[in-house]
């Protein structure tokens, strides 16, 4: 597609069950990030995929999260056993990571845990 | 660790009124800087960037924003903002040595522009 694709738009959860997010990046991109945001908390960070190299997981906030790429393009990330503070947009980012260029950010998750 | 910092979380101002939204980091090399936006409904979008040379910057929609290496600083700027400009404002850098590397975003402020 034109752009990042993320789904699902909107999740609805209950603490304690898991869930996985979609991110479909720009076709030929080669960088693909993961950030959260939380109301009055800014973009925090979560994870970094370059080409094959190892992805940068330093943002991650807990064992909870993690994130793979799989063949160089889509990406999922997986929240397990959720908590009502995982509650947030999760915005995937793709870029084609020549002289740290321009993000281009999808629409975002909407991440409700009940 | 690098860290931005925006001074204001919430701005308000009546059209036509200047504009200035403090960002400061925390690194002492080389930076590349950016200014994204938020529109209301809308997913983020670049505003500007600076990577090297003239330290004064001009984006799209007559946005700009000064380099100060001395200060840590890259302000962003408009002489006269307008209605449409209401949006959430977000910079960020990342670090020369890793180019195409994570990018950390400040807080952002919110401008609130009245007709």
């Known amino acids: 597609g034109a752009g990042v694709s993320q789904s699902p738009s909107n999740k609805v959860t209950e603490k304690g069950k898991d869930v996985e997010l979609r991110c479909d990046p720009i076709s030929g991109h080669t960088a693909l990030y993961w950030y959260r945001q939380s109301l009055g908390q800014g973009l925090e960070f979560l994870i970094y995929f370059q080409g094959n190299s190892a992805p940068d997981k330093s943002g991650l906030p807990s064992d909870r999260f993690s994130a793979e790429r799989t063949g160089g393009s889509v990406s999922t990330l997986t929240i397990q056993r959720t908590q009502q503070e995982d509650s947030a947009v999760y915005l995937c980012a793709s870029s084609s990571g020549q002289g740290a260029g321009e993000l281009f950010f999808g629409e975002g998750s909407r991440l409700t845990v009940l | 660790a690098q860290s931005v910092s925006q001074h204001n979380h919430h701005v308000i101002l009546s059209e036509a009124a200047s504009l200035e939204l403090g960002c400061n980091y925390s690194?002492?090399?080389?930076?590349?800087l950016f200014w994204y936006v938020q529109y209301p409904g809308q997913h983020l979008q670049l505003l500007l960037k600076?990577?090297?040379?003239?330290?004064l910057v001009k984006g799209i929609k007559g946005f700009e924003a000064e380099f100060i290496k001395s200060k840590f600083s890259f302000n962003l700027r408009k002489p006269s903002v307008q209605w449409s400009d209401t949006a959430e404002y977000f910079c960020a850098v990342n670090t020369y040595y890793n180019q195409g590397g994570k990018l950390i975003f400040g807080q952002g402020t919110e401008l609130s522009v009245k007709p």
């Open positions: 600076y990577f090297s040379g003239d330290p």
């Open positions: 690194y002492g090399g080389t930076v590349n």
